[in-house]
């Protein structure tokens, strides 16, 4: 089956660092995005990873290893708006959206 | 960018009427629509595929004469809910790709319904 893992929930502190990771069991890999939602909105987009390494956007960065079955999503100095869940998707090979669960990610001051 | 509305935004009915929800591409054509539910505290569940002059394509469990929907143009796709029960009380959300750079989903407001 089709699998993806997400850390349920994560605290950090205000202008801090925090990575969350996303681990990945899919039918063949045509990309990784990372999609931010808060609370009773919908998902918003926020990177694209379909090659190994890193891709760098501003606060937050994407970090990709096929081989590992691996991304991570690191946000930088960290503000409370940050706080949301973070979904993690996966293409298979059929170029179907394979959604986690989502990290929700608790910001305090 | 690609804008991507959903009407209503919530809406509260009795168990056993039908309740119909847009999603409209507002500056770009979507051939394919696809149609989320997200429960409380979980992530998006995929119901189905809306595509442009055909039939809807629904994922296994999704029961199809329940959710209707309709994909009558380039920039509409509706979901209706037929006979609704409390249990579809749920965040009904809609995306499209849009022409970022990496096909990325657009996504709707989201709509949720509440079933007395």
């Known amino acids: 089956g089709q699998n993806i893992d997400q850390p349920t929930e994560m605290t950090a502190t205000e202008g801090a660092i925090v990575q969350i990771n996303c681990t990945y069991q899919?039918?063949?890999?045509?990309?990784l995005f990372w999609y931010q939602q808060h609370a009773g909105e919908a998902p918003t987009f926020l990177s694209y990873n379909v090659l190994d390494g890193l891709e760098e956007k501003g606060r937050f960065s994407s970090f990709l290893s096929r081989s590992k079955g691996y991304s991570y999503l690191l946000l930088k100095e960290l503000q409370m708006k940050d706080s949301a869940s973070y979904l993690c998707?996966?293409?298979?090979?059929?170029?179907?959206?394979?959604w986690g669960a989502g990290t929700k990610l608790i910001i305090k001051p | 960018g690609a804008v991507v509305s959903q009407h209503p935004s919530r809406v509260i009915c009795k168990s056993g009427t039908s309740v119909k929800i847009e999603c409209r591409s507002l500056?770009?054509?979507?051939?394919?629509m696809f149609w989320y539910r997200q429960f409380p505290k979980q992530s998006l569940m995929l119901m189905a595929t809306?595509?442009?002059?055909?039939?809807?394509?629904?994922e296994q469990g999704v029961e199809k004469d329940k959710f209707l929907i309709n994909h009558a143009s380039l920039t509409l796709s509706t979901l209706t809910v037929t006979s609704a029960h409390p249990e579809d009380s749920s965040f009904y959300i809609c995306s499209a790709p849009g022409a970022g750079d990496y096909n990325e989903q657009f996504f709707g407001p989201g709509t949720r319904l509440t079933v007395l």
């Open positions: 500056d770009f054509q979507a051939t394919t």
């Open positions: 899919t039918s063949g890999f045509n990309g």
């Open positions: 809306s595509n442009e002059g055909s039939k809807a394509t629904y």
């Open positions: 998707a996966v293409v298979d090979s059929n170029y179907q959206l394979i």
